[in-house]
């Protein structure tokens, strides 16, 4: 019963570096998301996916690039860390309803700082 | 664009009262609005979903009111426990067709023995 699933929890870059943050649910899930949630700031969306191969921007999606191969994952790329970018990243998935009403799942975060 | 204000960083109550927290939204009254508890080094939790037509939502200690002429959610949680203190966020649709949702900045509940 693994649900959302983030690796990895820490992480820590130097300016300029690239990494990729994973995210995979085993909910057959086909909406799924990456907030970024900063102090004073909240939750805040990044990039979502409405299905397989199928992405689009949210409200903060400079550096960062997101695929969706398959329904169980989706990537987040940070091209070019910068120190700005340090934060906790929450992946999230829910099933699609009538009215997209249904609850969102969430991983428990990536913790990433950016040097 | 449609903004929510959770407008109490903070609350601390005694051990056995309510706590009554508040989510105002700005602009258009959603078709829903929903509750997560978020606990420290964790991803948010859902809790309840409340539609615009339904005026309150019970569950078990916890009770959802929804008043869209206020444009307001106040979220009570009766016979507060330790174990409920956490960080408590509500979120609604930002409007667009794909359902996303944006989130308030949340309140984090302290609740003292």
């Known amino acids: 019963n693994a649900g959302v699933t983030q690796t990895p929890k820490f992480q820590v870059l130097k300016t300029g570096q690239s990494m990729t943050l994973q995210c995979a649910q085993d909910?057959?899930?086909?909406?799924m998301s990456w907030y970024r949630q900063d102090p004073g700031m909240g939750l805040r969306l990044i990039h979502y996916?409405?299905?397989?191969?199928?992405?689009d921007q949210g409200e903060v999606p400079n550096g960062y690039n997101v695929s969706r191969s398959t329904t169980e994952d989706f990537p987040l790329r940070l091209l070019s860390a910068a120190p700005s970018q340090t934060s906790v990243y929450f992946c999230?998935?829910?099933?699609?309803?009538?009215?997209?009403?249904?609850?969102?799942?969430f991983g428990d975060g990536t913790r990433l700082s950016i040097l | 664009s449609q903004k929510i204000e959770q407008n109490s960083e903070a609350l601390n109550i005694q051990e056995g009262k309510t706590a009554t927290l508040t989510c105002n939204y700005t602009?258009?009254?959603?078709?829903?609005l929903q509750w997560y508890r978020q606990d420290p080094g964790r991803g948010p939790v859902f809790l309840l979903l409340?539609?615009?037509?339904?005026k309150e939502k019970r569950k078990e200690r916890l009770k959802v009111t929804f008043d869209t002429t206020l444009k307001q959610s106040l979220f009570h949680i009766t016979a507060s426990q330790p174990a409920d203190s956490a960080t408590y966020l509500c979120?609604?649709?930002?409007?667009?067709?794909?359902?996303?949702?944006?989130f308030g900045k949340g309140t984090k509940l302290s609740v003292k023995p």
């Open positions: 909910m057959n899930h086909e909406y």
């Open positions: 999230a998935s829910r099933a699609t309803g009538f009215g997209s009403n249904q609850p969102q799942h």
């Open positions: 979120a609604l649709l930002d409007g667009g067709s794909q359902g996303n949702l944006i």
């Open positions: 409340i539609r615009e037509n339904e």
């Open positions: 996916s409405v299905g397989a191969g199928i992405t």
């Open positions: 602009n258009y009254s959603p078709a829903y």
